[in-house]
């Protein structure tokens, strides 16, 4: 049966938010506009000011420049509570009675970013009732955007799943048939983290390969382009089972559903949740490729 059956994903419409074209353009150029930025400092390593925050993760004078260029703009565009990365959390007393608000990473792989691979994202988000239903991840060093737009609050009334190179759509997004691959003893394509691996994830795999007709193909790559790979049918699922924060995964979950695939938590088999706890903590997570495939069967044989 089908994971779709055996999860819930909610869409709750508030009335007052509709994303057309217009507000679709301004967040693509408010996202590379921050890219921007971002590429300015990553050019100039000698601007860098690395610094550590209390929680052990650096930061970087690229993440406070895109921060500040998001919040500004988006306190211009929709008017909205935001949560960002490199900003003080709201009380979770205060963020409970949230119906709607921005969610972003201003820089999400910073350590990407450090290391110079390339692979670091921008990321916002729009969350409602607790769902992302919009997400925006833009890739600096491509000048490549993914967008991701739940029907319930597009204008055109249909889901949106785009990808955008320099601020002009190249194509639309969309998962790949899994049983399709199965049958054809193709390789089920499994990206992994490029710094936060773990035996847990390697057990894994070792217990789904057995239900493959072929060897799994590993990939790897930072930040939330895995989310993106996955959407653009480059990969099919990626395994979480070490930290990550909301604003790690929002956008690129957006993305992700808009394309046809899911983010489930691991324990539950529901949709990974934003902004039901006092923390911003993820569980661990299961990003998977075409719902219409039987990935309940795959992941509960893995994970008995």
Known sequence: MPITHNITIGKIAIDQIIIDQHIIAKLIDIARTAGDAILAIYNAPEKINLQIKSDQSPITAADMAAHHIIVQALASLLPLPIISEEATLPDFVERKTWQAYWLIDPLDGTKEFIGRTGEFTVNIALVQNGV????????????????????????????????????????????????????????????????????????????????????????????????????????DFYPRLAPTCEWDTAAAQAVLVAAGGAVINTKTLMPLLCNDSESLVNPSFFAVGDVGFNWALLLSNACH
């Open 132 to 235: 992302p239903v919009l997400g925006v991840v833009h890739v600096p060093t491509t000048d490549e955007t993914y967008i991701g737009v739940d029907k319930y609050i597009s204008s055109e009334h249909k889901i949106q799943a785009e990808k955008y190179r320099s601020g002009k759509k190249i194509s639309n997004l969309k998962t790949r048939d899994l049983n399709a691959r199965f049958a054809a003893q193709q390789s089920l394509d499994v990206l992994a983290s490029a710094r936060h691996g773990s035996d847990e994830t390697a057990v894994l795999l070792q217990e789904i390969a057995q239900y493959w007709p072929v060897p799994l193909q590993i990939l790897t790559a930072g930040s939330s382009l895995k989310f993106c790979w996955i959407a653009e049918g480059r990969a």
